[in-house]
């Protein structure tokens, strides 16, 4: 695999870009992050010492120039990273598909001394750009012959440098695993269908959600994942002959679902689906089932091509049913609202990344597009993302379906892989006696240790779902560490996790409590007493150091020579082995949302600074990615000390900015173990003196509200899916290993880069630094300069961009 090497790690110093000119513009359908990208864009460049303009209305205004394209400054992004849509405008422009409407645009951007282009918008837009990018030099010439340019404007401006951002909530790029918005069109979709599900219990009535999505089924199958959705019909994969009596055994378990029914166009029903439908919406409410929920995308289609709409079903099912049916067309209820975290730290990311490809840019360079790989910003070739794109739409207007989903990328063959696994249902009956016991299978235990977090249900409910499908037997141990003790444990029935998915905290029960030599004897006869032949510890910094003690222990209790497995579950996202954790995403979307609130408090008070604490421990992810998230003037955390020095400079920018910058609020935050004795209290009353002229603050700790909140699509998502791969690995040792007693067969199951990672925690030990409670290596530290950079603070930004070959890219997004 080749890798062009050149601007990783490299340091990016202020003003070493001076007198470059960099225009930005947002074209086709608007998404939420837009804004936080536009302001990365104009304050990376600002910083870099470019002139960076705005072009308003999209390509109509590079078209029209005049006032549409103005100059913008650090000040004129101020106060938009919150809000959603493009606050610079969007328009579709059928000017700029003709060559004189290209030549126009080309005129107004020399004129201006314009050489650096970034479009942010889907793949129409971006081939747009494209197209305009190859034909330049030739605009170029025809101007200087018409003279409306000079020969010393020829020279200078000879060549456009294009880098794209995908600014779409239907994520049906090839290339990237999210683009902007999608996250944000996720919360709206969880959010209604969680407000559905009880109105539709009030009335027994069926509800049919339409989607957005254009011709990808994403937000379709990732609502449906999240929200338990329990059947989808498939092509490529055919029901089994019993599906009919599969399906209703699973109705009539209590799975109480939110969705029964996806539609979504990569994946259309078998013909018939219309009778089997009714036929089973039937079963249902004979059953005694109060409520049913269908998704479907708004470009679901049939086998033969033709669409289903929500008309359509609703038709099926009154027609066929007399069922009080209701639609619900969710439409631009997705593209509204204030964007995620999620997709305000992606927005900032990707156009600081747009900046940094545009300034490195060289004549052989190709037109580039920022994507998302994991947890890193990459550069991809323009043009090979676009046609893998196109070959989705091409494969699914031939009924390949198996092939657009392929192409559709690893993360949404995942999700539908995901969702069909959990839509087994229920087992064999062959599984269970004439009472309903396990005839067969392993015994496994699942438990928490630390504190609880969002995520810890969703985690818990696929865990047992899968095991009892393959006709395991699941014992829930009930109060982490101390119920193991105690042995309170008990065995989990599948309707006991119903409704488990859309529900904070942690329902088994769990404390902080940690193993000691004195109780481990017990633990280990419990263990044994119950016959546990594998356990899944999902938790935080406890958990990990629990898996571990009990690996440790293994050669004086052979009841801990099991397979041992830990899925990281906390807001601080601590643990090591993997870059994300359970609950994070929610936290940070709690913190932010409050952040929010909070300045929006000081709307009629004139300059005020707010120092926020967060949680986190000695973790400073919170603190850092709320900073970037909320547009933050600086955050202090325990990994990054800071002197008086430091503190007083960041109280001096941020009253410069009070005087001069047309700013009144100000926003700082401080992960609450930062520093002994620059504690909160002391940083408030530093900046009350030493602002005093400029501004008053305030302090506020938001303390457990972190912990609490409903769990957000990526945390729903994230534990169905770790459970269900824990599920995998813990059978799979147990069927072809024939001894426990390795390290590795005590792992973390983590996140690293796109990848699930099964490490061995005894390795891991080597990298934790366990008196703070942290990883050795934080891969979101090398963000952090970003957050200065775009607070006007003075910093070197050195994240790791990675700019990707054509024929690599084809490799890595197929």
């Known amino acids: 695999m080749s890798v062009d090497q050149h601007p990783k790690g490299r340091p990016i110093h202020q003003g070493s870009h001076k007198g470059k000119g960099i225009a930005v513009l947002t074209s086709g359908g608007d998404s939420q992050g837009m804004n936080a990208a536009t302001r990365a864009v104009v304050r990376v460049g600002i910083y870099l010492g470019c ?3 705005f072009i308003k209305e999209g390509y109509q205004g590079l078209v029209d120039g005049g006032d549409n394209i103005v100059e913008a400054s650090w000040s004129s992004v101020s106060g938009i990273i919150h809000k959603g849509g493009t606050v610079i405008g969007s328009a579709r422009c059928k000017d700029f598909t003709t060559r004189p409407g290209r030549i126009s645009g080309a005129q107004n951007l020399v004129d201006r001394g314009i050489t650096n282009l970034v479009v942010i918008g889907g793949d129409g837009s971006l081939t747009g750009a494209n197209i305009f990018r190859q034909e330049w ?6 101007l200087l012959a018409q003279k409306k340019i000079t020969e010393e404007q020829r020279g200078k401006y000879g060549h456009l440098n294009i880098c ?3 600014g779409s909530i239907d994520n049906d790029f090839c290339g990237t695993d999210m683009t902007i918005g999608t996250d944000s069109a996720l919360h709206r979709i969880i959010d209604c269908v969680d407000a559905i599900v009880s109105t ?10 339409e989607v957005m999505g254009r011709h990808c089924g994403y937000l379709a199958i990732v609502g449906g994942l999240t929200t338990e959705a329990d059947f989808v019909f498939i092509p490529e994969n055919p029901p089994l002959p019993d599906w009919p009596q599969r399906l209703y055994l699973a109705l009539v378990g209590a799975l109480a679902s939110e969705a029964d029914y996806v539609f979504i166009p990569e994946w259309p029903p078998e013909i018939g689906w219309p009778t089997k439908l009714c036929s089973k919406l039937t079963q249902e409410r004979e059953a005694g089932q109060r409520l049913n929920i269908i998704i479907v995308a708004e470009g679901a289609i049939d086998r033969n091509g033709d669409p289903i709409s929500a008309e359509k079903i609703k038709q099926v099912v009154v027609d066929n049913l007399h069922q009080d049916t209701r639609i619900t067309v969710l439409g631009h209820v997705q593209r509204g609202g204030s964007p995620s975290a999620f997709d305000r730290v992606l927005g900032c990311r990707m156009g600081a990344e747009a900046v940094m490809a545009l300034m490195e840019a060289t004549v052989e360079s190709p037109a580039y597009v920022v994507s998302l790989d994991g947890n890193q910003a990459i550069r991809l070739p323009l043009m090979a993302c676009v046609e893998k794109t196109k070959a989705v739409a091409k494969a699914m207007e031939e009924k390949q379906w198996d092939l657009a989903v392929q192409l559709r990328g690893r993360s949404f063959a995942r999700n539908l892989d995901t969702f069909k696994m959990l839509t087994r249902l229920k087992p064999p009956k062959s599984a ?10 392993f015994t496994l235990a699942i438990m928490h240790a630390g504190a609880p977090c969002c995520g810890m249900n969703a985690a818990v409910r696929s865990f047992v779902r899968n095991c009892i499908y393959r006709g395991d037997t699941v014992l829930g141990v009930h109060d982490g560490v101390d119920g193991l003790i105690e042995g309170n444990l008990e065995e989990i029935k599948w309707s006991d996790v119903t409704g488990w998915v859309a529900q904070g905290g942690a ?4 404390k902080r409590t940690l193993p000691t030599s004195d109780n481990m004897p017990l633990i280990a006869a419990q263990l044994k007493k119950f016959q546990v032949k594998a356990l899944l510890i999902i938790g935080g910094f406890e958990a990990y150091q629990t898996v571990l003690m009990f690996a440790e222990n293994r050669d004086k209790f052979k009841a801990f020579a099991i397979p041992l497995i830990c899925i990281p579950a906390t807001i601080s996202n601590n643990v090591p082995g993997t870059d994300f954790s359970l609950g994070c995403d929610t936290a940070l979307n709690e913190i932010t949302e409050i952040c929010d609130r909070i300045r929006q408090s000081a709307q009629g008070t004139k300059r005020r600074t707010f120092i926020v604490e967060t949680m986190g421990g000695y973790c400073g992810y919170l603190a850092t990615m709320a900073g970037l998230a909320g547009g933050a003037d600086a955050a202090y955390i325990f990994e990054e000390s800071s002197t008086i020095e430091q503190l007083v400079t960041d109280v001096k920018h941020l009253s410069s900015k009070m005087a001069t910058g047309g700013i009144s609020r100000g926003l700082v935050l401080r992960n609450e173990s930062a520093n002994e004795n620059y504690n909160t209290d002391f940083i408030q009353r530093l900046y009350s003196e030493e602002g005093k002229e400029y501004f008053t ?21 994230m534990g169905t899916k770790m459970a269900a791969k824990a599920v995998e690995w813990l059978v799979d040792k147990l069927m072809n290993d024939k001894s426990f007693e390795t390290p590795q067969s005590a792992v973390m199951l983590g996140i690293v ?6 490490t061995p925690l005894q390795e891991l030990k080597l990298y934790t630094d366990f008196k703070h409670r942290i990883p050795c290596d934080q891969w979101w530290l090398k963000i952090r300069p970003l957050l200065r950079i775009l607070a006007k603070h003075e910093s070197t930004y050195e994240e790791e961009g990675v700019a990707i070959d054509a024929e690599e890219a084809t490799e890595s997004i197929t």
């Open 51 to 53: 002139k960076v303009y």
């Open 507 to 510: 329902f088994l029960g769990t």
């Open 432 to 441: 269970y006696d004439a009472e309903g016991k396990a005839t067969g299978g």
């Open 164 to 166: 794209g951002m995908v």
């Open 137 to 142: 030099p030739g605009i170029l010439d025809e």
């Open 200 to 209: 539709a219990y009030s009335h027994q009535r069926t509800f049919i959600l």
């Open 697 to 717: 603050t305030r302090v506020n700790v938001l303390g457990h509200m972190q912990q609490g909140g409903s769990p957000t699509p990526f945390d729903r998502n």
């Open 753 to 758: 880069r796109r990848q699930y990672k099964f």
